[in-house]
């Protein structure tokens, strides 16, 4: 038993090298996120590509969207109202769906992309094949758009999800909303407060009250967003239309 042992570790299994461990995080770059200037340089280096309107749309639509790769390579046209200007979201992991409003820039982009679209697919985003595309394709697709781009860190997808969270924080939407937005099961921000709150009544007892965003025109991100941090929240704006009015 001991000989097979020394000639099993002797030969060619014992003297196979392993794969490398994988690096942390940290060891790599130093956040996980990506800048409004490194998201504009990033679908700049898109547009430059074979297809670069397809590639370029998808930076664009990944980040206003905060979508995950297998997110966005399984959108559909039928997801898509371009009369209103809304997308049907469909997460993963649990998250719950939503319909998110569409900016004239990414409608303008997703009207080319349809009318350019050859062959014809259920999928908006799909290969010169006409195959849709994988996450594993857009992964080496973000990863080739960084080297292009001149970033001194590795890239990829996910990077676009965070950018649009910190966005969004820096802009003073408030945790409830972000969580929303992007449809978090679980929050991971450790948000102290529910999205149920009960206040209490001038009289005895409490009562429970949904509390709401409105949709804010004047945002410079999404143009038409869903998402407003409110003074007071267990109360409704006084506004005309409440249409508008999403409850958190």
């Not at 990944?62 to 009369?83: C, K, N, Q, S």
Request: glycine letters at 8%; proline letters at 6%.
């Amino acid at each position: 038993m001991e000989t097979n042992l020394l000639k099993c570790r002797n030969g060619t299994v014992a003297d196979r090298r392993r794969p490398p461990h994988r690096k942390r995080n940290a060891e790599v770059r130093a956040r996980e996120y990506l800048t409004d200037g490194e998201i504009a340089r990033l679908i700049d280096a898109g547009g430059k590509n074979r297809y670069g309107h397809r590639d370029a749309t998808m930076v664009l639509v990944a980040y206003r969207h905060g979508l995950r790769a297998a997110e966005l390579v399984t959108l559909r046209w039928d997801a898509i109202d371009f009369a209103h200007g809304r997308l049907h979201v469909r997460r993963l992991k649990g998250g719950s769906e939503s319909v998110h409003p569409l900016s004239g820039r990414e409608l303008r982009a997703l009207r080319r992309l349809k009318r350019e679209q050859e062959p014809d697919s259920p999928f908006i985003f799909t290969s010169e094949r006409g195959a849709p595309f994988t996450p594993a394709g857009f992964r080496k697709m973000i990863a080739r758009l960084g080297v292009a781009a001149g970033f001194g860190f590795p890239v990829h997808p996910h990077m676009l999800r965070h950018a649009c969270g910190f966005k969004l924080a820096n802009d003073g939407v408030d945790t409830r909303s972000l969580q929303a937005y992007w449809a978090i099961a679980t929050s991971s921000t450790r948000c102290a407060t529910p999205s149920w709150r009960r206040p209490a009544s001038r009289t005895s007892g409490t009562i429970d009250r949904p509390r709401y965003t409105y949709a804010h025109n004047e945002h410079k991100f999404l143009e038409c967003p869903e998402i407003v941090l409110l003074s007071r929240p267990h109360r409704l704006p006084r506004v005309s239309s409440r249409r508008a009015l999403v409850p958190r």
